[in-house]
């Protein structure tokens, strides 16, 4: 089993400011832990790796098979929590290239993400690609209403329909929603698709361990069992509500401290390209847990050595207000060795025999090294390698240490109110029934507040 440990020694904590907090997180564990089964609250993730719905996971594998055989592609459509975990992990243990443009003739099933934006010349891209290419769709949407999946659901499903015969195509369509309730469900009963089920007290950003992740994940050809291992060795390794022994709850507390040193950005990052989507999946899950009432470290990532050469300089030399946690994975599946050149006119020589591997790992300690001596607190997760425990693993890690952290910070990590000022004013604009000119009629007079007017 992968394991992982944390590293604080770039931190600058003390043990001793830590413990400070270990009562509260000893209170946040129990809360968390006691509400993990009930059904009205949005903690059923702490469970899930022991917790799952066994006959929906077999039912998954089977679906995933099936994909596999008939499909060149499967159109994950789904926006936030509905495709970040699945983008996360895919994206992490596979290839790029193969990824890049997906061959006709590829043995492997390629997952092509839409509804997470309402770009027209991306969806025609996909449009294009889709053209002589055997493909399903997996729609995911909790609330089954969301604006972007919805329409690229509808654009998709008739490009399906009119591709395959109707009963064919809607043997390709797998939708991903609310047990009872939702606009998805309700089409989905109509039109006799199958359905996996987004529990619900698991909230969409906490998801990737349900069918949400799990169904995409299997189809791209990666072991979910391995995935779930990892996640239940984290879950047992992080249920000691005891903060001394517990890497998890010391990092939430660790960023805490920072934050109230004035850290209020934090950086994850990654010495493997291969990682940028699990860093947009961290993101989304710190920024929607934790940004509200005006509080929150802002998650923002960075991809080294390629940022050292953009954002580097910031991180060094800028205001000081950052943090960084780095994740550092400790062995390649593979590795390539620099050769001797004779003429050395780029005077690499010096490295010779050294590997591409061992330099990148060189970076990183200098990296931290500089970057702490510039004043950025840094925390180390040491991964021995990335697989799907490994994954299993992080995911389970940043959930939890996501969900104490808030607390700590005095917010509700299950919420996102803030994501529905845009959706109003963009229905508004489309003038969405409900919405717009009718609605403005009956809308109270608002009170003057002290933010600052864009316009003004
Ligand atoms: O974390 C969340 O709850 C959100 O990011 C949602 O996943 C996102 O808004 C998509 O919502 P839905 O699954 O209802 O379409």
């Not at 604006?147 to 659901?153: D, L, V």
């Not at 593979?334 to 780029?346: E, G, H, M, V, W």
């Not at 389970?396 to 607390?407: Q, R």
Request: aromatic letters at 10%; proline letters at 3%.
């Amino acid at each position: 089993m992968t394991n992982l440990k944390l590293n604080l020694k770039y931190t600058g904590l003390e043990e001793k400011e830590m413990m400070e907090y270990a009562k509260q997180v000893e209170q946040i564990h129990k809360e968390l832990h006691d509400k993990a089964t009930d059904l009205t609250d949005f903690v059923g993730w702490i469970e899930l790796p022991t917790n799952y719905d066994k006959k929906e996971f077999e039912r998954i594998k089977k679906a995933a098979n099936k994909i596999q055989k008939d499909s060149d592609i499967l159109l994950v459509i789904g926006i936030g929590g509905s495709y970040l975990g699945a983008r996360a992990v895919i994206e992490s243990l596979s290839n790029p290239f193969q990824m890049m443009e997906p061959k006709k003739d590829s043995k492997k099933v390629q997952v092509i993400y839409v509804g997470n934006n309402l770009n027209p010349v991306y969806i025609q891209d996909v449009i294009n690609l889709l053209a002589d290419r055997d493909f399903s769709i997996n729609v995911i949407s909790k609330s089954g209403t969301t604006t972007e999946p919805a329409i690229a659901f509808r654009i998709f499903r008739e490009i399906l329909e009119n591709k395959y015969d109707l009963k064919e195509a809607k043997k390709r369509i797998y939708v991903t929603t609310d047990q009872i309730k939702g606009a998805l469900k309700t089409l989905a009963i109509e039109e006799g698709y199958e359905t996996f089920v987004i529990p619900d007290h698991v909230g969409g950003r906490y998801s990737v361990l349900t069918a949400v992740g799990l169904l995409p994940i299997a189809a791209a050809g990666i072991d979910i069992d391995a995935l779930m291992q990892g996640a239940k060795f984290a879950q047992d390794k992080y249920s000691d509500s005891n903060l001394k022994y517990n890497d998890c709850y010391k990092y939430a507390v660790g960023r805490n401290l920072l934050y109230r040193e004035n850290k209020n950005i934090e950086l994850l990052i990654s010495y493997d390209p291969r990682l940028h989507y699990f860093i947009e999946w961290w993101k989304q899950l710190f920024g929607e847990s934790e940004g509200k009432d005006q509080k929150g470290i802002f998650p923002t990532g960075a991809e080294f050595t390629t940022d050292l050469h953009s954002l580097g300089q910031y991180i060094q030399d800028g205001r000081r207000n950052l943090m960084e946690t780095v994740l550092h994975i400790k062995k390649y599946p593979s590795d390539i060795k620099i050769k001797r050149d004779d003429d050395n006119l780029d005077g690499l020589n010096y490295l010779e025999g050294k590997t591409v591997g061992y330099v990148n790992e060189k970076a990183m300690e200098g990296t931290i090294k500089a970057h702490v001596s510039g004043g950025v607190p840094n925390f180390v997760l040491e991964i021995e390698k990335l697989d799907a425990t490994a994954m299993g693993h992080l995911i389970y890690f940043f959930e939890l240490a996501c969900a104490v952290s808030g607390k700590i910070l005095g917010v509700n990590p299950f919420n996102q109110p803030g994501v529905e000022t845009y959706k109003t004013n963009m229905f508004e604009l489309l003038e969405k029934p409900g919405y717009g000119k009718e609605k403005e009629e009956k809308k109270p007079i608002k009170k003057k507040t002290t933010k600052r007017k864009i316009e003004e």
